[in-house]
């Protein structure tokens, strides 16, 4: 590692040691894994030794560490939270960014990252299973198994197998529900309660059959260096994570502006949010050659969600689901900015996001993979035919508008589309805090 590497890092930790969180190096810290990924690895060693607290820098900067230094890292992260008793919030940030960037690297320690209990009690604890296959399945089923298991153990244990994805282990797991549903007491029925546990990880039971919610086929969509102005943005929160600069597949679509067609709703024109001509073959519309997706901005969960459109043979949207009064919107608003955008090769490293660890560093417009839910899972059911709709894409907040300002879902959530192949019928809503 380079002296002026050694130097930023001793910086860094310096200000922490004497002024603490207040200091708050994010812009150093992003600065030094952009321009040495190698220092990263470095950086995160010192600070779970030297400040344990850790904090949003450090999540910043695992986002650039090389891939092969993963391995390494995450054990000296659960060794730290041995000898802690798992008081250590900068190793645990480490192991909740392994299970998002490089989860492989975690199972080799599935055993022991059950016992130590990293980011225990958090959404996101079960998050190492993800990719694991049944490579810890014995493991977990000999806790489900075991009567003498505590009920938390045995809760964590299948949880853990649901996020697999495994379809083996998930049909186990789901031959258990009913004592787990019994075990828990949530206070409504056992088909929601199953049906919401199996959905956070992407899948529905439909007449007796595990069916998957979404592709695996993803891309990033890549904007132009000048479709953001950053100007007013923090420093920390500018756009220089790794899926703003995704490679290019050098497919354009159209993105923003107005649709052709009106709202049932208010009467006025859709806002279009992109169109895909032709529609990827791996998103799993087998129905559509062109498809724009399209939605009215003002209308979206301020007077009604979710709202859904029947597409032509042209793929052009016309609402369905709705015959009410004409409605007024209370926030009328008009449509993002009118770009050509691209398609971004998405790397299996991006593949898992989360909306709350990215802390609006990363991009999370995406076309396929897996939804990043804000709040719990939820798919809506196609008007038509009542079957639960398949994931297709999702919009994030900030987004520039016609008009200037920047698009916020709510108070800054995610916008997300889904998709009836059988029904041609587009629904879309968005969730926030």
């Known amino acids: 590692m380079a002296d002026s590497a050694k130097k930023q890092i001793e910086l860094i930790l310096s200000k922490l040691e004497e002024r603490g969180i207040p200091a708050a190096p994010v812009e150093e810290a992003i600065t030094l894994g952009a321009s040495n990924p190698e220092a990263v690895h470095e950086l995160a060693s010192a600070v779970m030794e030297r400040f344990p607290k850790g904090g949003t820098f450090l999540d910043a900067a695992l986002s650039f560490l090389p891939e092969d230094a993963w391995p390494d890292l995450v054990k ?28 492989s690297s975690l199972h080799a ?29 014995a493991h977990l089923r ?100 790794p899926t703003w600069k995704l490679r290019s597949t050098g497919k354009t679509i159209s993105f923003g502006g107005w649709s052709v067609s009106p709202c049932s709703l208010c009467g006025e024109r859709l806002h279009r949010l992109l169109v895909l001509d032709p529609v990827p073959q791996s998103l799993g519309v087998t129905t559509m050659q062109r ?32 015959d009410g009064p004409p409605v007024k919107p209370e926030f009328s608003v008009g449509p993002l900015i009118d ?67 920047e698009w916020l879902w709510g108070s800054g959530g995610i916008g997300y589309g889904f998709w009836c192949d059988d029904c041609k019928i587009s629904s879309f809503l968005w969730q926030c805090t």
């Open 291 to 322: 498809l724009e997706f399209a939605t009215c901005l003002s209308c979206l969960g301020w007077e009604q969600q979710p709202l859904s459109y029947h597409h032509d043979e042209h793929g052009n949207p016309m609402n369905v689901g709705y």
């Open 76 to 103: 000296q992260a659960l060794n730290r939270l041995n000898e802690s008793q798992g008081v250590n919030e900068a190793a645990a940030s480490v192991i909740a960014y392994a299970s998002l960037q490089m989860p």
């Open 142 to 241: 000999s806790i489900v198994d075991s009567p003498s298991s505590p009920d938390d153990d045995r809760m964590r244990a299948w949880t853990a197998m649901l996020e697999t994805r495994h379809l083996e282990v998930i049909k186990y797991a789901y031959s258990h529900c009913d004592a787990m549903y019994s075990a828990a007491q949530p206070g409504y029925s056992q088909d929601e309660w199953v049906q919401a546990h199996l959905q956070l990880v992407s899948f529905n039971i439909d007449n007796g059959s595990l069916n998957r919610l979404c592709g695996e086929s993803l891309h990033h969509i890549r904007f132009p260096e000048s479709f953001f102005d950053d100007v007013s943005r923090p420093p920390w929160l500018a756009r220089v994570h």
């Open 339 to 405: 770009a050509e955008v691209c398609l971004a090769e998405t790397p299996q490293r991006w593949y898992w996001q989360d909306w709350g660890l990215s802390n609006s560093r990363e991009n999370l417009n995406r076309i396929g993979g897996e939804p990043c839910w804000v709040q719990d899972a939820e798919y809506p059911s196609c008007p038509s035919c009542q079957r639960v709709m398949k994931f297709i894409i999702q919009l994030d907040s900030d987004l520039p508008t016609a008009n200037g300002e």
């Open 109 to 137: 320690e599935l055993e022991r990252i059950f016992n130590v209990r990293p980011n225990s009690g958090s959404y996101h604890e079960n998050y190492p299973w993800r990719e694991s296959g049944g490579k810890d399945f």
